[in-house]
């Protein structure tokens, strides 16, 4: 595949400009044929393209996760607070329990506050689920998609800010206790609220700040935890060959069980590529007591930190009880096309960007 020689034009309004389109356009036929090359791999395996709606009642109950809300106005004119997913979760979550064994989603979702070089306020979100598999076929999973995403994109090696990465190697798995040691030297274990006892906030922002993170003192465990992954463990992952992240505490994985041999990490694995995350998987939870314990917890802190909450979706946590054990994962597809085309932006792999403000 030819490489564009001139760097990609700024994000623009006028990206229907037959220039402009010109230049983004070995992009965007890369990432049409990385979309083939999934739809291919989810085909041979047995897997249901699925579409699920983009109205929910719940856009999803995660802190720091920001949704865009509308009205919904029925025929005799009474409305209904809905909003744009920020996931298919849910919805995906209920035709598990309704007996589909094994689906995919190319999925529109939305989220406020998010726009920069990998980030965009609507984008799409791979997102598959394997009833009865455990979390480790997820990590399966995204090593074949980081391979047939390079051959169809026409890239031996991902390239990004600087950094490369080998789309092909066998993806290290490396946990974040062992992450916080090499990448910070902190013992996370050691930070890790005992049973029955609530995080130590102070102690961690002390141990960060002997690391060179920057706290405030109003910072909760989580907090400082985020800091230090973006800030000193995050830029080193991906780089060489694919990085699989596993074993986040459990607080830090609303929505993944906890392991059996040691409940304080849960199932839960991130992967990344040239220092940039590319998909998130659970091992799913699905005790509905504990998701509502979680989710309500969530919504406090949201409360407390940006002043608004959203509803639990009382139909999905119902679902709960019927779904079978499994596992899913949710990719970021756009920034998967980004690195399998060699484009520089997010906006480069967008057929029609949201303007800009």
């Known amino acids: 595949m030819t490489v564009p020689s001139a760097s990609p034009p700024p994000p623009s309004p006028a990206w229907w400009r037959p220039d402009i389109h010109a230049d983004r356009r070995p992009f965007l036929l890369a990432r049409a044929r990385v979309a083939s090359a999934v739809r291919a791999f989810f085909a041979e395996d047995g897997f249901v393209e699925v579409e699920t709606p983009v109205l929910q009642v719940s856009p999803g109950n995660e802190t720091h996760l920001h949704a865009f809300g509308t009205d919904l106005v029925g025929p005799d004119g009474t409305t209904r607070r809905l909003y744009l997913r920020t996931s298919p979760e849910f919805a995906a979550k209920k035709l598990l329990a309704a007996g589909e064994p094994r689906i995919f989603e190319f999925a529109r979702v939305f989220r406020n506050r998010e726009r920069g070089m990998a980030h965009h306020p609507e984008f799409t979100m791979l997102e598959w689920y394997r009833a009865g598999a455990p979390y480790t076929a997820m990590m399966a999973d995204c090593a074949s998609l980081l391979a047939g995403a390079a051959q169809a994109g026409g890239f031996a090696t991902f390239q990004y800010r600087g950094k490369s990465c080998d789309p092909f190697a066998a993806p290290e798995r490396l946990t974040l206790v062992a992450a916080f040691d090499r990448h910070a030297s902190m013992d996370l274990e050691a930070l890790l609220p005992a049973a029955g006892e609530a995080p130590d ?108 909450r959203y509803p639990l979706d009382e139909d999905f946590l119902a679902a709960l009880a019927l779904m079978p054990p499994a596992s899913g994962c949710a990719l970021g597809f756009d920034r998967l096309a980004l690195l399998a085309s060699g484009a520089r932006r997010i906006e480069d792999v967008l057929w029609a960007p949201v303007a800009p403000a």
């Open 201 to 308: 906030a102070a102690h961690f922002a002390r141990a960060a700040s002997e690391a060179g993170i920057r706290t405030a003192p109003d910072d909760t465990w989580a907090d400082v935890f985020a800091r230090v992954l973006v800030e000193k463990i995050e830029p080193n992952l991906g780089v060489g060959r694919p990085t699989i992240l596993t074993d986040y505490p459990v607080s830090e994985a609303a929505l993944a069980r906890p392991k059996p041999e040691d409940p304080r990490f849960a199932e839960r694995f991130e992967l990344y590529c040239c220092g940039l995350e590319l998909a998130n998987a659970f091992g799913e939870l699905t005790d509905a007591e504990e998701q509502r314990r979680r989710f309500e917890a969530d919504m406090d802190e949201k409360e407390r930190l940006y002043g608004e």
